[in-house]
């Protein structure tokens, strides 16, 4: 008997090999998973004419549990952010991001342990009020935050840091400029942070952060934020292991969670054997902690850090020579 039926979202561009690497360690790590798949982005629009179909959607909401390759959203009129669609029809209101320094990596730092707790549904992002004018002349779009959203998104970061044993939770704001928006998101998390004594927590407006994250990121270690701060810090933290190839992702709801490389497609490298899987890996290593297989999580992790650390069979980006399926046998052997 299957512990978890997992859907699987291969995705487009280096999606579907990056995603075969992630199942065969998973396979490998004997989790009892059984891996039902589904199209979405280009692939399901060449296939079915949608980019979302029904059969993918159905899936997830019976799974409840996704590991996705990345999509391509095709740009342009009547095309909305899969991303986005999936975030709110499932109510993944957290998007966690965790970076950690990996030795043999390109970084610029190499003792940085930072988790950006991201807000996943409201804010700029939502899509509110888009509006452009008759003319061309004027666009117009809502940012909303809600009491309920910010409470739930501090709520969900202190209570990950409790969980994890972390010291410090740092609330990212705006609240100078933006006092409705941004001052209502300082003040929940305000109230939140008072139930946490144990936790130290701060509050730094988002210039600032950046500037911070750059010059001493040593100092941070669980990030708070709204959406789309939280979005562009995600991505700097990134770079401060690097790059995106490092960083995975986490969308969280209370039914439903969906685990995620976070770069893009690649489409030039699709098929060339040349994508490095680590994201997605990663990924996978959130979506066994999040189902509660530490010990898994942990011999993954550990798997990805010794391979890169002794520059294993490393693909390119990580200054090797090797492709996608080398370093994926890299991982294999040592799990």
Do not use: W
């Not at 342990?113 to 809502?142: P, V």
């Not at 144990?198 to 959406?227: A, G």
């Not at 399926?325 to 040592?334: G, M, S, V, W």
Request: hydrophobic share 40%.
């Amino acid at each position: 008997m299957a512990q978890h039926t997992i859907t699987v979202i291969p995705g487009d561009g280096i999606g579907p090999s990056i995603i075969d690497s992630a199942v065969q360690v998973l396979e490998k790590l004997d989790c009892g998973f059984e891996f039902e798949y589904a199209d979405a982005g280009l692939t399901a629009l060449e296939k079915t004419g949608e980019l979302l179909p029904a059969d993918t959607l159905n899936s997830i909401e019976k799974n409840k549990i996704v590991l996705k390759g990345p999509l391509t959203t095709p740009v342009g009129e009547g095309f909305t952010s899969i991303n986005v669609t999936l975030r709110k029809r499932f109510k993944l209101y957290a998007n966690l991001r965790p970076v950690i320094s990996f030795k043999g990596t390109r970084a610029r730092y190499d003792n940085i342990d930072i988790i950006t707790i991201r807000e996943n549904t409201q804010g700029m992002y939502s899509g509110l009020g888009q509006t452009l004018s008759d003319d061309g002349e004027t666009a117009e779009a809502t940012s909303q935050i809600t009491q309920q959203g910010a409470k739930a998104i501090v709520s969900f970061a202190f209570e990950l840091a409790k969980k994890e044993g972390r010291k410090k939770v740092t609330v990212v704001h705006k609240a100078n400029i933006l006092k409705s928006t941004s001052g209502l998101f300082l003040k929940v998390a305000k109230e939140v942070a008072a139930q946490y004594p144990e936790i130290e927590c701060n509050d730094m407006i988002v210039d600032n952060t950046c500037m911070q994250l750059v010059m001493d990121p040593e100092q941070f270690d669980v990030i708070v934020t709204t959406n789309l701060f939280g979005d562009i810090i995600s991505d700097l933290c990134a770079g401060l292991i690097g790059g995106l190839g490092m960083a995975p992702g986490a969308n969280i709801g209370d039914e439903c969670a969906i685990f995620e490389a976070v770069h893009g497609s690649a489409p030039d490298l699709a098929g060339k054997n040349l994508a490095n899987p680590t994201s997605v890996l990663l990924a996978s290593v959130q979506m066994l902690e999040h189902l509660e297989m530490k010990d898994k999580a942990d011999k993954l992790r550990f798997a990805i850090k010794d391979a890169i650390g002794k520059g294993d069979r490393t693909t390119r980006d990580l200054g090797g020579e090797s492709g996608t399926t080398e370093f994926t046998q890299a991982i294999l052997d040592r799990l």
